[in-house]
């Protein structure tokens, strides 16, 4: 089946005018990331998705429904391909998407969110004020590093696990002779910290 939707390389030259999204966002002389939509009609209207903090472009189709999961450079938007406003906006800085069974994980340079549907979605904010590095998927554990900086700019890591059939979050401390940003010794279990679930729904 044809997706209903189509990330474009830029605003058309001529046809029907675009809509900005949001409503406040861009002028008209303004491009930000432009994906055409088919409704059920085969009409066709085009989306100019204000930008986020991020280069990241993304869309795909949420696995319970119609509605479209957009990430314009790290803004991200659920949108219906039949209605011109959207279902739900948030974040601005996600750079990358992994997919795991009906959910999409987006990943800020802060934060992480679990998206399912406009009803289900998870957000896990504010981890660490230098960034989340290094993520990966293993089975159902999205794994990875945040990161911290003292005021002489040490730099410091901690790493983390987080179970996507559970959303417990484990937070891996390593030991103090383990801090250096650029030290690969092995974390030992003892090291964890935390496990907790710090979620906010939508």
């Not at 996600?94 to 998870?122: A, P, Q, R």
């Not at 004020?129 to 901690?158: A, H, P, Q």
Request: glycine share 6%; proline share 2%; aromatic share 14%.
């Amino acid at each position: 089946m044809k997706e209903k939707f189509e990330i474009l390389k830029g605003l058309p030259a001529y046809g029907e005018m675009y809509i900005s999204i949001p409503e406040n966002g861009y002028s008209e002389f303004s491009e930000g990331l432009v994906i055409k939509f088919i409704k059920k009609d085969n009409t066709e209207w085009i989306g100019n998705f204000e930008t986020g903090s991020s280069s990241f472009k993304f869309a795909a189709k949420l696995k319970s429904s119609e509605n479209v999961l957009i990430i314009a450079c790290g803004n991200c938007y659920i949108m219906n391909p039949e209605e011109t406003k959207p279902k739900v906006e948030f974040g601005h800085d996600y750079k990358y998407v992994f997919e795991y069974k009906t959910k999409f994980v987006l990943v800020g340079e802060y934060s992480i969110s679990i998206v399912e549907s406009i009803d289900k979605i998870e957000h896990l904010d504010n981890l660490y004020y230098d960034g989340i590095t290094n993520v990966k998927l293993e089975d159902e554990n999205l794994i990875g590093e945040l990161n911290s900086y003292d005021s002489y700019g040490e730099g410091y890591k901690s790493d983390f696990i987080l179970n996507l059939e559970t959303s417990e979050f484990k937070e891996i401390e390593r030991i103090k002779n383990q801090n250096k940003v650029n030290n690969q010794n092995e974390i030992s279990p003892k090291d964890v910290v935390e496990n907790k679930k710090w979620w906010k729904f939508w």
